[in-house]
């Protein structure tokens, strides 16, 4: 009889050592493995554990089916936090993410029916994510699941199945400070298509009326040497055929009355 209890002795000591090595790196790598059943809590360890790096997000994992249905997902105060519902039916039926303390929450619905049906997102002071993966993620939206911003600095969903209907607006952390109060009754229909090779060194100084007709086809080698003088009466009828070698040395006094019937 002793030599089984001796046995016995040594079995529970060993899962016991088991047990708090789990607990100690789950805790280091920051990830919570819930489940439970409905109306328990899943927790972040807190920031008063001494395993636990200040600033690191906590990632509360539902990867299971059905795992945190009707569960409260507690984050902790002051960090990141992440709930991955990765599990089908995860996050459903009345899964509350409390993230109110916590900078940055990001939910993500991975699995058909992982966040659908009643599910309710406190977001915290920072970004906040909803990302509905799967086409079915997140239904029935429109019954009673709510994402509420309040405290929080921008909220986008992303993925196909997002129900915009039923959220919040999406919003930035910087949004422009002054939109234009006149823009355009009538906007462009053919916009052009933004160079690919802009210059680097653009002119200080463009034109206050440049032409309203531009050339179709531009010289791909334009001069590097532009006049200084440019005539200020361009000639209306410019010469179809310019010729391939012009001068080199043209006359400084040309006539101001050519022959009508040169040789």
Same mark, same amino acid.
């Given at each position: ?8 002795? @040594? ?13 100690? %790196?789950?805790? !280091? ?34 990867? !299971? ?22 599990? +089908? ?16 929450? +990001? ?10 049906? !009643? ?46 209907? !039923? ?21 462009? +229909? ?16 463009? @034109?206050? @009326?440049?032409? +309203?007709?531009?050339?179709? @086809?531009?010289? %791909?080698?334009?001069? %590097? ?39």
């Amino acid at each position: 009889m002793a030599p089984m209890t001796l046995i016995s002795n @040594s079995i529970n000591n060993y899962l016991i050592v088991i047990f708090t090595i789990y607990t100690i %790196n789950n805790v !280091q790598s920051q990830r919570v493995y819930c489940g439970g059943a409905p109306g328990t809590t899943c927790s972040c360890p807190p920031s008063s554990n001494p395993a636990v790096i200040p600033g690191s997000t906590c990632i509360l994992d539902c990867g !299971q089916i059905d795992s945190c249905n009707g569960q409260t997902l507690e984050c902790r105060a002051g960090d990141p936090c992440e709930i991955s519902c990765s599990g +089908k039916a995860s996050c459903r039926d009345a899964a509350t993410v409390n993230g109110y303390s916590a900078t940055d929450v +990001k939910v993500t619905c991975l699995r058909d029916d992982a966040c659908s049906n !009643q599910m309710f997102i406190h977001c915290g002071t920072g970004d906040c994510l909803l990302g509905c993966e799967h086409w079915q993620s997140c239904q029935d939206w429109q019954q009673e699941g709510a994402v509420s911003t309040s405290r929080a600095r921008s909220f986008q969903c992303y993925g196909p199945a997002c129900p915009h209907f !039923q959220l919040p607006f999406q919003f930035s952390p910087s949004p422009t400070p002054a939109p234009t109060t006149i823009p355009t009754i009538s906007p462009t +229909k053919s916009p052009t298509s933004p160079t690919q090779n802009p210059t680097p060194a653009p002119t200080s100084n463009p @034109s206050s @009326s440049p032409t +309203k007709r531009p050339t179709m @086809s531009p010289t %791909n080698h334009p001069t %590097n040497v532009p006049t200084s003088s440019p005539t200020f009466r361009p000639t209306r009828n410019p010469t179809k055929k310019p010729t391939k070698r012009p001068t080199t040395s043209p006359t400084p006094s040309p006539t101001n009355d050519p022959t009508k019937d040169p040789t």
